[in-house]
């Protein structure tokens, strides 16, 4: 399975944009990219995934440029709700294994 | 997606006692997995429980230890057992439901804490 890395922590003020990267250099061909959200007390939430290109849902954006070695998801105009442990992964299509990394603390300040 | 539902959301048990986590899905689901989420840690990987088989164990973990029952396409349970401070986690089901094989749906989780 590929390996993720994404920063540990971020801050953004409510309603700017908030890009979050993440790099995977090991991508394999038929790999995904799949980003979740978690809330405290919560279990992770799917949010967006991709394979190449821009994918874009009522959520979230999620840029991948050609070389695939890295990604970035955008949430547009954050608010206080958005602050949670985003995750990064990739995964094969025909896999159910999953690996969670450490994921971005996202803050969200007034 | 799907929606799950896990029991109980909380608990505080006794050292060497057992616990029985019950995830609930509301449709049938072929794919089910247990994850251990340690106190500002990410997701670890219990088991896969798939319907009609034995539960697939990851490296760390053995079936005496967390015993897992699949009786049907829409329930399993997870047992910790004989439990320690050590095993004070959240307990999470998530299963796969719908085309992608690679999108999981999890529950809330079950926050357990040994004294």
């Known amino acids: 399975l590929a390996k993720t890395t994404q920063p540990i922590s971020m801050d953004s003020y409510e309603g700017q944009e908030v890009n979050i990267t993440c790099s995977h250099n090991?991508?394999?061909?038929?790999?995904?990219i799949t980003w979740y959200q978690q809330f405290p007390s919560q279990g992770p939430r799917f949010i967006i995934q991709?394979?190449?290109t821009k994918v874009t849902n009522e959520v979230a954006s999620l840029f991948i440029p050609a070389d695939r070695k890295s990604s970035t998801l955008s949430l547009p105009r954050v608010s206080l709700s958005d602050t949670a442990v985003y995750y990064c992964?990739?995964?094969?299509?025909?896999?159910?294994?999953?690996?969670f990394g450490k994921g971005t603390k996202l803050s969200v300040i007034p | 997606s799907a929606v799950i539902s896990q029991k109980p959301s909380r608990d505080i048990c006794q050292r060497g006692t057992s616990l029985t986590i019950q995830c609930q899905v509301d449709s049938q689901v072929t794919m089910m997995f247990w994850y251990r989420q340690q106190p500002g840690q990410s997701l670890t990987l219990i088991a896969t429980?798939?319907?009609?088989?034995?539960?697939?164990?990851e490296s760390g973990f053995v079936i005496d230890k967390f015993p897992i029952s699949r009786p049907n396409l829409t329930f399993s349970t997870l047992t910790v057992s004989n439990m320690s401070p050590e095993d004070s986690s959240i307990y999470l089901c998530?299963?796969?439901?719908?085309?992608?094989?690679?999108?999981?749906?999890f529950g809330a989780g079950t926050r357990l804490s040994v004294l």
């Open positions: 998530s299963v796969v439901a719908g085309q992608a094989k690679n999108i999981q749906y």
């Open positions: 429980a798939n319907q009609g088989s034995e539960a697939t164990y």
């Open positions: 090991n991508i394999a061909t038929n790999d995904y």
């Open positions: 992964l990739v995964s094969g299509a025909g896999s159910y294994q999953l690996t």
């Open positions: 991709g394979y190449k």
